[in-house]
């Protein structure tokens, strides 16, 4: 095996298969080049064998794609073996251009060997093949058969004899014959979107890839003891719904069809077929199953609905465009926006078209299917944001009084929230990331710690949720399993609100999909219905007691088990669909896995009425619609190549010499604390670092680092965040939005590709080398004066201030050692202004009352950008340390701060105790 083969070994190709099989062809390329030149030039040099041995490194890996598939390596093999080197590098060449540009999905000529007919363009259709790939969207489907392979070339052309003139759509098949391959297709081919599996398949690969298999291990355990070989059919489409359940999948057996279809294991295949059935029935299917998936119901119908000639007589005067594209003064607007955009504005909720506050048609449906995408019971869309489906959550399961444990440094949305619904947090700090001037996660053990002090503390009852970011602004994953059952082994009946704005994109990356919060409960709801977590519950009976008493020390310690007949699964999940995915700013869906849903439902339809607006935006609507159908198929491949960007990222800036003398992303040693990482994972960049041990660290770690969010520090380049963040707007139009003191946060998403990748190092070159020349002016003074700015920048971080606590005026209880407090009250109560007191920060009152008293009570949210979390909530006590983290803030834009007047305090006089 040549070196280069062991670069794939390296752990980021196991996140990035796609970019790993197109710089082998890349290397092939060059191979065959320099053949084609030995052979042009008549020199001798090392001929055809590093070819071969490039191509032998490869061929495992295409069998899994249709393209270039078999006939095409065959022709290549044979010009290899005529020695004819200039045509193996041009169809080579050609291969792989047409690879790297995907114009196989729409260009028949590409798939020709000959040369001739590929110079003619894609118009002229071999025979033999029906149908031309131009202009329907191509997929591929994996036939998993166990026939001979001397008749795969047989059953492939007998598929494609399926094709009709009027198919929607287009795919070629792929063919494997057991159930590795069949498992390494399923991973590997970004393209695939049906699987059609034959009983009786042997499970060993035909190959002798030990690298594959190596891979392969990392995602299924091939525990294939079945009871009768008939049985791995579907066992196979469980496990290729595990790594992929957007997958349509199809079985075809001998057995009985009824009952198979009945069997609760199969439920992760589509259509079971008696195997004499017609061959059309399942290519029908086929094309049926991926429909579903690309129709897009509300959007269909607006679409309809546009182009329908219809009179209004609402108050929409927009619709239609008339007003404007008639207009003396506004008709640039029509022309920038195209008339479609108004032809599709509409108040109608009839007509075709849906009521977005009480779906009955088509909105309903389109939320059933973002359901079914994301794993959900229910997806209600919201077109204000997060910011809105969090607050319709705190509206629809809390009322006043109630608790929440909270992280103090979520998203404003949820403070906002608790205002209005009147559940009094009990906030929860995360880890600090002194050094960089940011929070990381909240431990469990601190969750742990707040439930149990609740317990002891005989409010237990009053906690009604509890709510995490997940992932952070910053990348950090939560075990969303782990953290969910430990608490419902204090709890059983507690909600869970996952704020995952950020992590949409999740549920399409098998490593991250069981870190979501729809993957973890469906997870819980799998353990509990195994009989051994009732056995896991006794045993920690037999140690613990069956009431776990919140002052022992142990529990604390050990990992808790909840009771698997007394829990409940009660999850919501709030993704800012615009964050990750192809929707129009503001998309949001609230995801919903509630077994006690049905006590809500009125709730929750009350929550959506006070948070809705009345006159939703249908394009909004549509993009969550389209955004949905995106993810459903194509979803898979965008979130590999998102992460492959990161990694590259990554991989550039650590290497370079020079940019790497000034720059550098943290890595996972860097943003989570060992405790938390018992895999010992470190970095997606560090040697040795194996593939078993990311896996561990995505499945077992307390917390992991989202590989698609990169903080780069510059503070060592002597830019704080903010200035660093500016340069790049203003110079190089790179746009970013969130800083510390000493680093920014980068993020690759389904948009990106590797050429920003390649504008983004070459920015940070430039950057570099104007320090390295700016040195060359400034002499030993200048490097003395950087070297002090990035102590400065370094070293100097102000420590962020921990919650304090709220004025015993606003709390419940003042004797509970537990910390919840009714903001509401206060928040409500600045709204007197007699009642509020402004004092400068500069003003020697506050230090006087630091010290003697009596308390500074903040009247409102303080919030400054970075961090943009409240220091100050309404009702809190302002300490020493907050005060001196505002004295030292270097912010300009501060939410809820008058700098002129001060902070905004509530006498002590309007406090009752
Ligand atoms: C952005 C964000 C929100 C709010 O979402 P919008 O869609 O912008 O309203 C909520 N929570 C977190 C963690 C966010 O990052």
């Known amino acids: 095996m040549t070196s280069d083969t062991n ?3 390296q752990l980021d190709h196991l996140l990035s298969n796609s970019a790993a099989r197109l710089d082998r062809w890349r290397d092939l390329n060059a191979k065959a080049q320099a053949w084609a030149a030995e052979v042009r030039c008549a020199r001798t040099g090392a001929g055809a064998g590093p070819v071969q041995e490039a191509l ?12 270039p598939g078999v006939r095409l390596l065959h022709a290549l093999d044979e010009r290899i073996a005529d020695g004819d080197g200039m045509g193996a590098a041009r169809l080579i060449l050609r291969m792989s251009n047409s690879l790297l540009s995907g114009s196989y999905r729409y260009d028949e000529g590409e798939w020709q060997a000959t040369e001739e007919f590929s110079a003619e ?14 202009s329907r969207p191509y997929f591929e489907a994996l036939f998993v058969s166990p026939a001979p392979a001397a008749r795969a070339a047989a059953i492939t052309r007998e598929i494609r004899e399926l094709r009709r003139h009027d198919d929607p759509l287009i795919y070629e098949p792929v063919l494997v014959g057991s159930v590795e391959d069949a498992l390494l297709a399923t991973i590997l081919n970004g393209k695939l979107e049906a699987v059609v599996i034959y009983d009786g398949i042997p499970i060993p ?3 002798d890839a030990p690298l594959l298999r190596d891979f392969l291990s990392v995602y299924e355990h091939l525990d294939m003891t079945v009871d009768a070989p008939r049985e791995i059919g579907v066992r196979l489409a469980h496990m290729i719904s595990r790594i992929r359940p957007e997958l349509d999948i199809y079985l075809l057996t001998d057995r009985n069809v009824e009952q198979l279809a009945g069997d609760p294991s199969a439920s992760a295949i589509r259509r079971v077929f008696y195997e004499v059935e017609e061959p059309m029935e399942v290519h029908l299917n086929i094309l049926e199953g991926v429909r579903d998936r690309q129709s897009t119901p509300h959007f269909d119908n607006l679409k309809q609905y546009a182009a329908k000639p219809i009179s209004t007589f609402h108050a929409l005067p927009i619709a239609r465009g008339k007003s404007i594209i008639k207009s003396n003064w506004i008709r640039d607007f029509g022309e920038f926006y195209g008339l479609n955009l108004f032809l599709a504005e509409t108040s109608a909720t009839t007509g075709g078209l849906d009521s977005m506050l009480e779906p009955t048609g088509n909105i309903k449906v389109a939320q059933e299917k973002f359901a079914r995408a994301v794993g959900a019971d229910h997806v209600f869309f919201v077109t204000n944001g997060t910011s809105t489906s969090n607050k319709m959550v705190y509206q629809a399961v809390t009322k006043p009084g109630d608790i929440v444990i909270v992280d103090r440094n979520c998203h404003k949305s949820h403070h906002y929230g608790m205002v209005l619904s009147g559940a009094q947090p009990l906030y929860v700090e995360a880890f600090p990331m002194t050094e960089y001037s940011m929070y990381g996660a909240v431990p469990l053990r601190t969750v742990k710690e707040a439930l149990l002090a609740l317990k002891s503390a005989g409010r237990l009852d009053k906690v009604a949720m509890v709510t995490l970011t997940n992932c952070t602004f910053d990348g950090h994953i939560y075990n969303t399993q782990r953290v969910m059952a430990e608490c419902l082994a204090i709890k059983p009946d507690l909600i869970f609100l996952w704020d995952e704005a950020w992590f949409g994109f999740a549920r399409w990356s098998p490593f991250l999909r069981m870190r979501t919060a729809m993957g973890a409960a469906a997870a819980l709801q799998a353990w509990r219905d195994d009989p051994k977590a009732l056995e896991a519950w006794q045993a920690q009976c037999r140690e613990l007691g069956e009431d776990l008493d919140p002052k022992d020390p142990r529990l604390l310690d050990r990992v808790l088990v909840p009771d698997p007949r007394a829990m409940r699964v009660r999850v919501y999940e709030t993704d800012s669909v615009h964050k ?34 009345t006159s939703p935006n249908a394009q909004i609507i549509a993009s969550l619609d389209v955004a949905r159908r995106q993810m459903e198929l194509e979803g898979y491949e965008l979130v590999m190549r998102a992460i492959e960007v990161a990694l590259a990222i990554r991989r550039e800036v650590a290497n370079h010499p020079l940019i790497s003398r000034y720059f550098s992303v943290l890595g996972a040693d860097k943003m989570i604390p060992e405790e938390f990482r018992a895999s010992g994972f470190a970095d997606y960049l560090a040697p040795r670092m194996n593939w078993l041990t990311a896996v561990k660290s995505f499945k077992e770690d307390e917390f992991c680092l989202d590989p698609t969010r990169l903080t780069l520090v510059c503070g060592t380049a002597g830019y704080d965040g903010t200035t660093f963040k500016n340069l790049l707007a203003s110079r190089y139009n790179i746009q970013l939005n969130k800083t510390s003191r000493n680093s920014v946060l980068l993020q690759s998403n389904i948009n990106n590709t590797r050429s920003d990748v390649a ?7 430039e950057i570099s080398e104007e320090i390295e020349s700016g040195f060359k002016e400034s002499g030993e003074a200048g490097r003395a004066e950087f070297a002090e700015k990035v102590r400065s920048l370094m070293e100097d971080v102000p420590s962020l201030p921990n919650f304090s606590r709220f004025h015993d005026g606003y709390r419940d209880d003042p004797r509970s050692p537990t910390q919840e407090g009714n903001m509401r009250d206060a928040f409500f109560a600045a709204y ?14 506050i230090d006087k009352r630091l010290e003697a008293g009596p308390p500074l009570v903040s009247a409102n949210f303080v919030i400054p ?49």
């Not at 363009?121 to 131009?134: N, V």
């Not at 943009?868 to 939410?895: N, Y």
């Open 832 to 845: 007197n202004e007699a009642d509020c007191e402004y004092l400068p920060l500069s003003s020697q009152d």
């Open 205 to 207: 690969s035909k190959h």
């Open 56 to 67: 032998a490194d490869l061929r495992p890996m295409e069998s899994y794609f249709a393209y």
């Open 759 to 765: 504008m983004l190092i070459k920015v940070l070159l």
């Open 121 to 134: 363009g894609p118009d002229r259709t071999p025979p033999g093949l029906a149908g031309s790939h131009a």
């Open 580 to 613: 990750s995915m192809s929707s129009l700013r503001q998309g949001s869906i609230i995801a919903v896995r509630d077994e006690d849903y049905e006590h809500h439902v009125s709730a929750f339809h009350e929550a959506v009425f006070i948070h809705a607006s």
């Open 865 to 913: 950008y970075p961090p943009g979390f409240p220091i100050m909530v309404p009702g809190q006590i302002i300490d020493a340390h907050t005060i001196e983290f505002m004295r030292k803030l270097d912010v300009k834009e501060i939410h809820g701060y008058n700098g002129a007047r001060g902070i905004k305090l509530i006498k002590p006089s309007a406090i009752g105790v």
């Open 7 to 9: 670069d794939h070994r």
